[in-house]
């Protein structure tokens, strides 16, 4: 159960790693994840049964995913719709997507192959958390090469202070579409690598996923703050891997696990409220240092 | 002298909730030449911020034309027009990204209007150089090229924003009550600096104060606003006759109705 809980953290760190590119960096709540998530999964696991190889499949629903984010992106900034709505559009919209590449609602990858099948010696779940960590190590590695590249700069730029940075002569719509995009081929990633894990694919898996992403990232920056870009990024990795293992926790404790959103939502809401919970009681329980007051 | 910039018959009319309109640039014509100097007064609501927003693109005019070196740049987009004009904000926020470093910010605006790669940055290979840039500020911004500029003081963050304006020698340079927020000392400081820095790389710029002594003191031709249009244009000479008494009355006298 433990590696299991810990193979599941570092899949979903992917997500919380794409909500940080565009919620944190371009200051966008960006709603199509619980869109382009499922959508990874429906396209990855389609592919498989119809036959194709499970990385191209997994690749497959990258492209599917940036496709959705192109879409968001460019209602909001050629369309003049706020990002929350269009974020909610092509959310609901993409659900009739899944069901037409789907043809159903859900689809099993029974005794079809997965991405994880090369390390099938490897005791159950390891071969996930060694896929796990590498496309991890490779995320991350991409993310950061991209931030500290010129194009990177003025994409964190556009998110810090947009009016100097089309003052710069920073063209800020063609950051926001490439920021949604991105973000979206690594939510949709994310949710082929679930979708093979759990190993089926669900039209309605995207609800809720926002929350789970969030928590992992707000967990990250209750616990460290001050952290470089690259720290960021891990941390984020240990914020998910604790999220699961908060869940499990509570699992383990007996509560019914068909109301487990509730207490996705209250362990997100406890660590939002951290920050102001902890002015309140005067003391800090993680660096232990006083609030000044 | 050569024309940089020539305004014909800029006009910018918004729609009140009432549905009244309210013009607010009223067929501005203007030409500013290479080399000019000037600096804008006028009261509140005047235009001058809209001017300029006018100029760098930031709001769309609703008639007339606007012409950078002889060539229509109305329909220009303003990050088009980023690579000509370079422009100093009253907020010390305005002209920094506030979780980048000093360097970085740098770094940003030394890629003014320039496309920008998929390649690494060479923040390193361009540190010494910023390091004496920022140096000859003499506030101690070389001591903090890799903080945070959110962390900085207002002064600090103006003068950032300046020498970030500056650095690729914009043709035209916008300063919009750029000294306001801070204190008298450091607001002197940095209006020598600007001075020094316009002089030294010979740029052509137009500055928003309500400092009537920095108007006088500086540049080479000064106008005044008033309700949209442009009340008074004083070329070197006229200017140079011109006393603060002068200006106090005019200013008294032009500035009535909207004034405060």
Same mark, same amino acid.
């Given at each position: 159960m433990l590696i299991s809980a810990i193979a599941q953290g570092f899949l979903w760190a992917i997500l919380g790693i794409g909500i940080f590119t565009t919620y944190r960096i371009l200051k966008f709540p960006d709603l199509t994840v619980e869109g382009s998530f499922p959508l990874g999964s429906a396209v990855a696991v389609t592919a498989i049964v119809s036959g194709i190889n499970p990385v191209l499949a997994t &690749?497959?629903?990258?492209?599917?995913?940036?496709?959705?984010?192109?879409?968001?992106?460019?209602?909001?900034?050629?369309?003049?719709?706020?990002?929350?709505?269009?974020? &909610?559009?092509?959310?609901?919209g993409l659900h009739s997507v899944m069901l037409f590449v789907m043809q159903r609602p859900n689809l099993s990858l029974l005794n079809q192959p997965r991405i994880y099948d090369a390390f099938n010696a490897l005791p159950n779940y390891f071969d996930v958390v060694i896929v796990g960590i590498g496309v991890l190590i490779l995320v991350i590695s991409s993310i950061l090469f991209f931030f500290y590249t010129s194009v990177g700069q003025a994409y964190i730029a556009t998110? *810090?202070?947009?009016?100097?940075?089309?003052?710069?002569?920073?063209?800020? *719509?063609?950051?926001?579409?490439?920021?949604?995009?991105?973000?979206?081929?690594?939510?949709?990633?994310?949710?082929?690598?679930?979708?093979?894990?759990?190993?089926?694919? *669900?039209?309605?898996?995207?609800?809720?996923?926002?929350?789970?992403?969030?928590?992992?990232?707000?967990?990250?920056?209750?616990?460290?703050?001050?952290?470089?870009?690259?720290?960021?990024?891990?941390?984020?990795?240990?914020?998910?891997?604790?999220?699961?293992?908060?869940?499990?926790?509570?699992?383990?404790?007996?509560?019914?696990?068909?109301?487990?959103?509730?207490?996705?939502?209250?362990?997100?809401?406890?660590?939002?409220?951290?920050?102001?919970?902890?002015?309140?009681?005067?003391? *800090?329980?993680?660096?232990?240092?006083?609030?000044?007051? | 002298m050569k024309a940089l910039l020539q305004l014909e018959k800029v006009t910018k009319i918004i729609q009140n909730e009432s549905d009244t309109n309210n013009t607010i640039l009223d067929q501005v014509d203007l030409t500013i030449h290479k080399g000019d100097f000037i600096t804008v007064l006028g009261g509140n609501g005047a235009g001058k911020s809209t001017l300029f927003n006018s100029i760098t693109g930031s709001a769309s005019v609703t008639s007339g034309q606007i012409k950078l070196n002889g060539k229509n740049m109305t329909n220009w987009q303003?990050?088009?027009?980023?690579?000509?004009?370079?422009?100093?904000?009253?907020?010390?926020?305005?002209?920094?990204?506030? $979780?980048?470093?000093?360097?970085?910010?740098?770094?940003?605006?030394?890629? $003014?209007?320039?496309?920008?790669?998929?390649?690494? $940055?060479?923040?390193?290979?361009?540190?010494?150089?910023?390091?004496?840039?920022?140096? %000859?500020?003499?506030?101690?911004?070389?001591?903090?090229?890799?903080?945070?500029?959110?962390?900085? %003081?207002?002064?600090? $963050?103006? %003068?950032? %924003?300046?020498?970030m304006t500056t650095l690729t020698q914009p043709e035209l340079l916008l300063l919009d009550e750029h000294t306001a927020a801070l204190d008298p000392k450091t607001s002197k400081r940095l209006m020598t600096l600007t001075n020094q820095m316009i002089e030294e790389k010979q740029l052509t710029c137009m500055m928003i104060t309500h400092r009537m002594e920095d108007a006088l003191t500086y540049g080479n031709r000064l106008i005044l606003m008033e309700n949209g249009k442009i009340k008074l244009d004083l070329n070197q000479e006229e200017k140079a006759k011109l006393t603060l008494e002068d200006l106090f009355v005019l200013f008294e006298k032009r500035d009535m109705s909207a004034a405060v």
């Amino acid at each position: 159960m433990l590696i299991s809980a810990i193979a599941q953290g570092f899949l979903w760190a992917i997500l919380g790693i794409g909500i940080f590119t565009t919620y944190r960096i371009l200051k966008f709540p960006d709603l199509t994840v619980e869109g382009s998530f499922p959508l990874g999964s429906a396209v990855a696991v389609t592919a498989i049964v119809s036959g194709i190889n499970p990385v191209l499949a997994t &690749i497959l629903a990258i492209i599917a995913g940036m496709g959705a984010g192109l879409v968001t992106s460019l209602l909001y900034t050629k369309g003049k719709v706020p990002v929350i709505l269009s974020g &909610i559009l092509v959310m609901s919209g993409l659900h009739s997507v899944m069901l037409f590449v789907m043809q159903r609602p859900n689809l099993s990858l029974l005794n079809q192959p997965r991405i994880y099948d090369a390390f099938n010696a490897l005791p159950n779940y390891f071969d996930v958390v060694i896929v796990g960590i590498g496309v991890l190590i490779l995320v991350i590695s991409s993310i950061l090469f991209f931030f500290y590249t010129s194009v990177g700069q003025a994409y964190i730029a556009t998110g *810090d202070n947009e009016s100097m940075a089309r003052s710069l002569g920073i063209q800020t *719509d063609n950051m926001k579409i490439l920021g949604l995009v991105l973000s979206n081929g690594i939510f949709a990633l994310s949710g082929a690598l679930v979708a093979q894990s759990n190993g089926y694919a *669900d039209v309605n898996g995207g609800t809720g996923v926002i929350v789970i992403g969030l928590a992992s990232l707000i967990i990250a920056e209750v616990m460290f703050k001050e952290v470089t870009l690259g720290e960021r990024l891990l941390t984020i990795v240990i914020g998910s891997v604790l999220y699961q293992l908060l869940i499990l926790g509570v699992i383990r404790l007996g509560f019914d696990t068909t109301y487990i959103r509730i207490f996705s939502s209250t362990i997100l809401a406890v660590f939002l409220m951290t920050p102001q919970l902890r002015k309140g009681l005067k003391l *800090d329980m993680f660096s232990g240092k006083e609030e000044s007051v | 002298m050569k024309a940089l910039l020539q305004l014909e018959k800029v006009t910018k009319i918004i729609q009140n909730e009432s549905d009244t309109n309210n013009t607010i640039l009223d067929q501005v014509d203007l030409t500013i030449h290479k080399g000019d100097f000037i600096t804008v007064l006028g009261g509140n609501g005047a235009g001058k911020s809209t001017l300029f927003n006018s100029i760098t693109g930031s709001a769309s005019v609703t008639s007339g034309q606007i012409k950078l070196n002889g060539k229509n740049m109305t329909n220009w987009q303003e990050e088009k027009r980023a690579g000509f004009i370079g422009r100093v904000f009253q907020d010390p926020k305005m002209g920094t990204a506030p $979780r980048m470093t000093v360097a970085e910010n740098l770094l940003l605006a030394l890629k $003014r209007g320039q496309k920008r790669y998929l390649l690494p $940055r060479k923040l390193k290979e361009n540190k010494e150089y910023f390091e004496k840039l920022c140096g %000859s500020v003499g506030n101690g911004l070389e001591n903090h090229l890799d903080t945070p500029t959110g962390h900085l %003081s207002g002064g600090q $963050r103006q %003068s950032l %924003s300046l020498l970030m304006t500056t650095l690729t020698q914009p043709e035209l340079l916008l300063l919009d009550e750029h000294t306001a927020a801070l204190d008298p000392k450091t607001s002197k400081r940095l209006m020598t600096l600007t001075n020094q820095m316009i002089e030294e790389k010979q740029l052509t710029c137009m500055m928003i104060t309500h400092r009537m002594e920095d108007a006088l003191t500086y540049g080479n031709r000064l106008i005044l606003m008033e309700n949209g249009k442009i009340k008074l244009d004083l070329n070197q000479e006229e200017k140079a006759k011109l006393t603060l008494e002068d200006l106090f009355v005019l200013f008294e006298k032009r500035d009535m109705s909207a004034a405060v």
